[in-house]
């Protein structure tokens, strides 16, 4: 059996492009996750690898940084597998593990998903520190200024937390979270 696996790092992307991708490879099953590629925990992986796979299954990802992001994890996972005889399969970077030249591919284009990931988060606190610098700071915008929170605080002694929370546009709880910090 054929298990693909799709990964994206973030709830506004989507796996539909992997998933197309790994049933065209004659995946029988696809799993999808959301998940960071940096986290070692990641449930639907624990799954598939876990529960899922037999020995001759194999295991397919459109792309290495899918499984991991580290080229340490990469070859934990692979020599795991490897172990309880299942193949693995990288379709964009056609990585077959059973040959010595597939293995030699492997550990080069984990080394560069490391790399690749190392890069982003260099350059994303290169970012944030240049925005702190300039005075900005990261983060979603607050719902209620300190002015909104003392006013509603008083209201909230003659109306139900319902309305005074739909008066400011938030929720009951996060109307209660913020009086109460």
């Not at 492009?17 to 999808?32: P, S």
């Not at 964009?92 to 490391?114: C, K, N, Q, R």
Request: aromatic content about 4%; proline content about 3%.
């Amino acid at each position: 059996m054929k298990v693909g696996y799709a990964r994206v790092s973030t709830l506004d992307q989507s796996t539909a492009m992997q998933e197309e991708a790994l049933k065209a490879a004659g995946c029988d099953r696809v799993i999808t996750e959301t998940a960071s590629g940096a986290k070692k925990d990641r449930p639907e992986l624990r799954r598939v690898l876990d529960d899922i796979l037999r020995p001759g299954d194999t295991l397919v990802v459109w792309r290495l940084d899918r499984l991991a992001r580290s080229v340490g994890q990469l070859i934990e996972t692979i020599e795991d597998l490897k172990k309880r005889e299942i193949q693995f399969s990288s379709l964009t970077e056609a990585i077959d593990t059973t040959t010595p030249a597939g293995m030699l591919v492997f550990h080069i284009m984990g080394s560069i998903a490391e790399f690749e990931r190392n890069l982003i988060r260099e350059r994303s606190m290169e970012g944030l520190k240049a925005a702190r610098a300039k005075g900005r700071v990261g983060g979603r915008p607050k719902k209620m200024t300190e002015k909104d929170i003392v006013a509603a605080k008083a209201m909230m002694t003659s109306f139900p937390a319902q309305e005074v929370a739909k008066r400011f546009g938030v929720s009951r709880g996060t109307l209660y979270r913020l009086i109460a910090e």
